[in-house]
């Protein structure tokens, strides 16, 4: 256990009341149609005049998490409740997701400032149905943050799979289990040990299922679940190696979207897997050169140590789609910095082979506030996934986004299947709209609307 205070995992979140009329004494917003997101002083009864913008989802999202940063930021004694006065026309789910994440904050010290406790919203046209379930896809995002944002020292593949169940104990129709190096071992998960090999922290895989009675759908979410990337023997720069304690956001989207699912009890059936690793170096890592064989017999021709998402990404695809039969598979990863440059940081690359999963999940992602751009599956470039040595490519060079798509389509067998990249938007160096420095939880909100429009 560490000797310092670490925060809590999953983060409380503000509570949000509704009320009809406003409570004397406690500090008081309202909305205009300012620049979004901007806060300024008023006079009279208001404490703040918070901009709205145009009026959009994300300008609603901005102003929600507006007012809760410059609530915290209020002289020196920051306001602890605070309410904020909304005309019937307001997008109330927008503000109070931005409310609930905007004032996030994950910091490993004694001295943390405090936020506002209670947000209470004075409107007489709130769902309190849209409201509950807002909150659900704003926990889900805090968690993802949470499990991305702990440092490595503490987060090896076993706390990850620990912490992992226990924030899903509890929740109706989940159950877990987990895999040690001896399991994956005897049922030969060669790209995952060869990805762990290096590190003293031996790899787990995290296996979550919720299984609703009578669900039509089954739904495979498969996340990348590297809790420190060195880059192996083909090491990484040492700028930036830092943010390697987020290379498993991916997984922990995967496993914070399936607490939410079932925490919402969606008629749909989710099975959720996190292979877990780090890649270290030590004379136990596994070289370029190396021929690697995956669950289920197909071998990869290892060319750079450092695209070790795929090596693991590889096992748990055939692991899962031989052993749940699902319907439709998504998975997703910080994979590559190719996406990045592509796309830039705030939105994910989104590669399908199906195009009705792909609309759903475009749709999803645009409802819940995350942007994807869907990227093309070049058969022209399929070629320079085929092995020499071993039956696929692990790094080929083309467009680095795409054959690494590529690759893993080469292990999903016919199933409709998705891939999210999200090596840009997964990480976060400044404040905008609902998002703060670090870690974002992004794609965890749209697998859980995914899974509701299955539902």
């Known amino acids: ?108 010290s004694a001295d943390t400032r405090p936020g506002p406790r ?66 994956l071992a005897e049922q030969g998960f060669g790209g995952v040990l060869a990805v762990g090999g290096g590190s003293a922290s031996p790899p787990r895989l995290i296996e979550l299922t919720y299984r609703p009675r009578g669900a039509a759908k089954h739904l495979l979410f498969v996340g990348k679940g590297i809790t420190f990337d060195t880059g192996g023997l083909s090491i990484k720069p040492a700028e930036g190696m830092h943010l390697m304690r ?3 956001a ?72 031989r052993r749940f039969r ?21 939105t994910g690359g989104l590669f399908a082979t199906d195009d009705e999963l792909a609309k759903r999940l475009a749709e999803a992602g645009e409802r819940t506030g995350e942007a994807f751009w869907r990227m093309p599956l070049l058969e022209a470039h399929a070629e320079a996934v085929r092995g020499e040595l071993g039956d696929v490519k692990q790094a080929p060079g083309g467009p680095g986004g795409i054959t690494a798509a590529l690759f893993l389509r080469e292990f999903v067998d016919g199933v409709p299947w998705a891939h999210l990249d999200i090596a840009g938007p997964a990480r976060a160096d400044k404040t905008y709209a609902e998002v703060v420095p670090g870690a974002t939880g992004f794609a965890a909100r749209t697998l859980v609307e995914l899974a509701a429009s299955y539902a």
């Open 246 to 248: 987020t290379d498993m």
């Open 118 to 183: 209670t947000l209470r919203l004075i409107t007489a046209s709130a769902d309190q149905d849209a409201v509950a379930r807002v909150r659900e896809l704003a926990a889900a995002t805090a968690l993802a943050r949470d499990l991305a944002n702990t440092p490595s020292n503490i987060k090896n593949p076993a706390w990850l799979a620990e912490t992992a169940e226990r924030v899903v104990t509890g929740a109706p129709g989940v159950r877990a289990t987990i895999r040690d190096e001896a399991w």
């Open 326 to 346: 699902p319907d439709a598979v998504v998975d997703v990863a910080t994979l590559t910095g190719a996406m990045k440059v592509a796309l830039g940081v705030r």
């Open 250 to 321: 991916g997984g922990a989207a995967v496993i914070a979207a399936l607490r939410a699912i079932a925490t919402l009890r969606l008629d749909v059936r989710v099975t959720a897997l996190v292979p877990a690793a780090e890649n270290h170096v030590s004379g136990g890592s596994y070289r370029p050169g190396d021929v690697v064989r995956h669950y289920g017999g197909k071998t990869t021709e290892v060319g750079n140590t450092d695209a070790e998402g795929r090596m693991v990404l590889a096992d748990a695809l055939v692991y899962g789609i």
């Open 1 to 108: 256990m560490p000797r310092f205070p670490l925060p809590p995992v999953p983060s409380p979140l503000i509570d949000v009341e509704l009320s009809g009329s406003p409570r004397r004494g406690v500090p008081t917003a309202v909305v205009d149609t300012g620049k979004a997101g901007d806060v300024r002083d008023a006079d009279g009864e208001f404490r703040w005049l918070v901009g709205v913008g145009e009026g959009s989802a994300k300008d609603w999202r901005t102003a929600g998490a507006a007012l809760v940063r410059a609530a915290r930021a209020d002289g020196e004694k920051p306001a602890r409740d605070v309410q904020v006065q909304l005309a019937p026309d307001a997008r109330v789910p927008e503000f109070v997701l931005g409310a609930l994440l905007g004032g996030y904050q994950f910091k490993v």
